[in-house]
């Protein structure tokens, strides 16, 4: 079924260690989007691709990078883990801003940091 | 930055029984969105409704933007629709903003 897949869904790090969360959309998407969710809040943005070769800042970029080479696959990556990056982690693509429907989530990265 | 404001922020229906769920937001806004995440995490969107008011099944959603507000309207509830509820306006260009939502539990 076309969506947002991500891999992997459970991860446990060592404080310092690193590791790439995968993010791939099989439905030609424009935009792709990471985000954070802490327990009892909602989501908030980490960064944000608007296209191929593109990435920006979100709301909580500090201690992450993204890559997105190719249009369908949007990677985060945790250089040097740390225990406040323990969270759930979603993914989500949309078409454009124009179009009249919103955001495919993945279904989450749960990930802690011992 | 935006403010939002979701309630109540926890809610417990028998099923059967309807109930209101109110967003309140400080700027003006591009469009909004209701989600819905069930129990196992799953993010679903359920409308994209920057203005006015659109019906999915028991589901209704209705945005005032120039009041600054949208409720999402639960008829008839069941069991599933147990979760959290978020709203999430985006005030223009790429960001949008989550509230810290509304968790629903609907009793058998």
């Known amino acids: 079924n076309a969506g947002v897949t991500q891999t992997p869904k459970f991860r446990v790090l060592k404080t310092g260690q690193s590791m790439t969360l995968l993010c791939a959309q099989d439905?030609?998407?424009?935009?792709m989007y990471w985000y954070r969710q802490d327990p009892g809040m909602g989501l908030r943005l980490i960064h944000y691709?608007?296209?191929?070769?593109?990435?920006a800042k979100g709301e909580v970029p500090d201690g992450y990078n993204v890559s997105r080479l190719k249009k369908q696959n949007f990677l985060l990556g945790l250089e040097s883990a740390a225990p406040s990056q323990t969270s759930v982690y979603f993914c989500?693509?949309?078409?454009?801003?124009?179009?009249?429907?919103?955001?495919?989530f993945g279904s989450g990265t749960r990930l802690t940091v011992v | 930055g935006i403010q939002v404001e979701q309630s109540p922020p926890d809610l417990i229906l028998q099923e059967g029984a309807n109930s209101t769920l109110r967003c309140n937001f400080s700027?003006?806004?591009?469009?909004l969105q209701w989600f819905h995440q069930n129990p196992w995490g799953q993010l679903i969107n359920l409308f994209y409704?920057?203005?006015g008011t659109k019906q999915n099944g028991r589901l209704s959603a209705t945005t005032v933007a120039t009041e600054r507000y949208s409720l999402l309207y639960i008829s008839s509830s069941q069991t599933t629709d147990s979760g959290v509820y978020f709203c999430?306006?985006?005030?223009?260009?790429?960001?949008?903003?989550f509230g810290a939502g509304t968790r629903l539990f609907v009793k058998a």
């Open positions: 989500a693509s949309r078409p454009s801003l124009r179009a009249n429907y919103g955001y495919t």
């Open positions: 439905m030609n998407h424009e935009y």
């Open positions: 691709s608007v296209g191929e070769g593109t990435t």
């Open positions: 700027d003006s806004v591009n469009n």
């Open positions: 409704i920057p203005s």
């Open positions: 999430a306006p985006n005030t223009g260009g790429f960001k949008t903003i």
